[in-house]
């Protein structure tokens, strides 16, 4: 176990710049997930970490080191990589050896590792067999258990599920989550699931065009996150962003939403904070998640941030539990998350109650959060 | 794929049938007509002298005799000296397999260093390296003597042994790369973060899937070193000639007849070690060619 610091690293190929200026700092034991879109460094800045890449400025602290200028192998991490990259000649017994041979661990012990490794993960009948005689499940396990036998202080994980059946994945994620519980080792993960990001993470750093835009716990991210990238990212589907007008009515500040008929409504917003002032009578972008739309909602009796909209229902997914409604607000389609029994027809016209406390605005220029973002949450840039 | 061709088999469509036969005929003629002059000369090379001057080129032999073989093999004349191809067949067998080993060796390393262990600059490196498999070979000749001349290697085997190992370089370099670049990147990483070096990396990862592509080169290389006449000639001093060099001043020598069937018989000897090496690898050549190093 060791804790990781990552202090406004950079990194360049060419002249291109995909890493400028991050920063993490990861507890010992804690499991970071890193998500973001394809191509934004993810893997850049794992390998970094594992010192495949030399960085171009900044400084990588294992514990209380620096180890900028240390060899991977004496960094005292472990990696496992998306497509597994165990070594074709050898079998999994072999696979796993290979690290423990290399840095001269007696055998006897390399055998009870093996052994013990190997009755963790499930694959003691596989020992035998070639990376090629395995499926993709089991060639995953098989990359964990490379990585768990050298018992590092720190395991690099680059989207390690990402090449399985969505069953698979989910099974293999909640056998990754009982893992760490047990095993207790600092873990960065990369992904750019953003489930697989929420159910593992204790925080999680979302990345995107090699800056870090909000490093939090899950549950912060998804409530308070700190501009439209993130909150559009965390959340599945995903947050609905109206854009709609800033007004005063009566001596509450709100939104004016209007529906396909051109009938208005007018939402309040919380009004804790006196910077959505400065916002009065300007376009604003307005976040809210499916969930609070809905058909209705306990408790909302005289609830003064609960309100009524009717529309006209387009579309309906249904997922089972909840079917999606959407409809047509401020010429926006926005995702509603209804209980079943409540739906109406496509075409018809349905009363859906909006529960604006959660209700978030964003500055439609720059996409950053306009009001004051509650708990210590930090846009990095 | 294979289900295709199978479905089509079955088919009793007349086109494709036609197709089919077209198909097998042209085949059926171009083998037959490559393989006469290999015919006539196995028969030549049995005939006797006699027999030779009475009959027909394409005639059946009357009678079979080795006496050919054993004269090419032992006492035909090739130029001055009369003890026929052995020695110059034992030349060249001492040339080809130092020269494969060595070129194919360095090429492995080397095509291991052009995909997994880049070095600034070293794409156009390889650049110039390649550019080797495009220069002929007889515009070295004069800069390579002199070079063999200064490092005391000329007139000699070792100097063509050494000829051969730096124009081989270029080829064995593009194979070994080619096939290396197919092998994942994350591969190395992964036995770099286990503590593996360069060497280790390369002898534990990278040669354990490396037959394919073994074979390919060593076929490669030996063949091209066996079948070279040009260097031979110009670069071996008189007890150092390959084999392809003695054929040439056997059938070139003149003291009365011309033995065609000792032509023949030379003939075959000196290309029945590539044969022999396409028949025993052959079809892993193919199939090394057209293989990625890891399947799955
Ligand atoms: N060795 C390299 N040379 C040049 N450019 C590179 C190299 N490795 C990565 N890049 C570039 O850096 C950027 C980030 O790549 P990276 O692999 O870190 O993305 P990622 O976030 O892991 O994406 P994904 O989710 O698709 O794996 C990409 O634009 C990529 O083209
Ligand atoms: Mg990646």
Known sequence: MASLTVSNIRKKFGNQEVLKGVSLSVKSGEFLVLVGPSGCGKSTLLNLIAGLETINSGEIRIDDQVVNDIRPKDRDIAMVFQSYALYPSMNVRKNLSFGLETRGVPKAQIEETIRHVAQILQISELLNRKPSQLSGGQRQRVAMGRALARDPAIFLFDEPLSNL?????????????????????TIVYVTHDQIEAMTLADRIAVMKDGFIHQFDTPQQLYDNPANLFVAG?????????????LVNQGNQTGVMLENKAGRSFFMPVEQHDLDVKKWLDQEVILGIRPERIASGFYEQEGNPMIHEIECIVEVLEPTGPDTLVFVIINDSKVTCRVSPHAVKAPGESMKLMIDMSKALLFDPGTGQRIENQTAGSTGCT | MRDKTAALAGTSDPATLIGRIIVYFVLIVAAVFFLIPFFVMIMTSIKSMNDIRTGYLISLPREITIEAWVKAWDSACTGINCEGMKNYFWNSVRMVIPSVIISTLIGAVNGYIFSKWRFKGSETFFSFLLLGCFIPFQVILLPMSQTLGLIGLGQSIYGLIFVHIVYGLPFTTLFFRNYYVTIPDEIIKAAKIDGAGFFRIFRKVILPVSLPIFVVAIIWQTTQIWNDFLFGVAFSGSDSQPITVALNNLVNTSTGVKEYNVDMAAAIIAGLPTLFVYIVAGKYFLRGLVAGAVKG
């Open chain 1, 165 to 185: 059946d969505a069953k698979l994945r989910v099974e293999m994620r909640t056998e990754i989550k009982e893992l760490h519980q047990r095993i207790k080792t």
């Open chain 1, 233 to 245: 990212f965390i959340g599945s589907p995903a947050m609905n962003f109206i854009p709609c007008r």
